[in-house]
């Protein structure tokens, strides 16, 4: 099955600072890449996503990159401000339908005003 | 529309006692989950339903049983509870975002096991 890495576990970051969190993933049938982000308490919603016909994505202070041959993505926050405070999560999910997210582990990005 | 919802907000067992967490889903999404989040582990899927009457196993599914009750619900069992079930759990559904599906989780259940 697909196994996901992500790095590092913990981010301590200045408010202004970029951030880049970095996932691997095993399978190559991988094709859709999504990121979570997760406040204290509360559930994980979607922020960022990329699909493996593409090679980055961006939305205003965030963007996704992704190698396709070196099977790495990594999430990548600039202007960082003390609201990025959070657990984001990496994701890999299978091509052929059957839309089974595997997660990477988890990191803790901290941002100090 | 309240999207995904599970209840209990909380709860404490006993060893042994069982009990069902409820989720229910008003997008009329097909596709519900099950996960649990442990520190330092990320979300592991336990229990999916592809479709209403249909259930699968995911990466933990021991211990757990789920129901698929009709299009809208989806729960899970726990017949024994065991302190190793103490955990945050998550319900999910899968839908259309844009041109892309994601997952909408809810709001989480803290399951504490004594």
């Known amino acids: 099955g697909e196994n996901v890495e992500q790095h590092p576990s913990t981010l301590s970051v200045q408010e202004g600072d970029s951030a880049v969190i970095k996932c691997t993933y095993s399978d190559s049938a991988s094709n859709y890449f999504p990121w979570y982000k997760q406040e204290l308490g509360k559930r994980p919603q979607l922020i960022i996503d990329i699909r493996s016909n593409v090679g980055e994505k961006k939305d205003q202070r965030i963007a996704v990159t992704l190698n396709k041959t070196a099977k790495h993505f990594s999430l990548h926050i600039t202007e960082t401000q003390p609201e990025d405070s959070a657990v984001y999560f990496c994701?890999?999910?299978?091509?052929?339908?059957?839309?089974?997210?595997?997660f990477g582990r988890g990191t803790s990005l901290i941002v100090h005003p | 529309n309240a999207g995904v919802t599970q209840t209990p907000k909380f709860q404490v067992l006993k060893t042994g006692q069982s009990m069902t967490l409820q989720c229910a889903q008003d997008m009329n999404h097909n596709s519900m989950y099950w996960y649990r989040q442990d520190p330092g582990m990320g979300l592991r899927l336990i229990y999916y339903s592809a479709s209403e009457g249909t259930t699968d196993k995911g990466e933990v599914p021991n211990g757990y049983n789920v129901s698929r009750l009709n299009k809208r619900e989806f729960s899970l069992r726990l017949e024994s509870a065991a302190p190793s079930q103490t955990s945050v759990y998550f319900c999910a559904s899968r839908g259309a975002r844009g041109l892309e599906e994601t997952q909408y989780f809810g709001p989480g259940t803290r399951l504490l096991v004594l």
């Open positions: 994701a890999a999910i299978l091509g052929g339908g059957s839309y089974i997210p595997t």
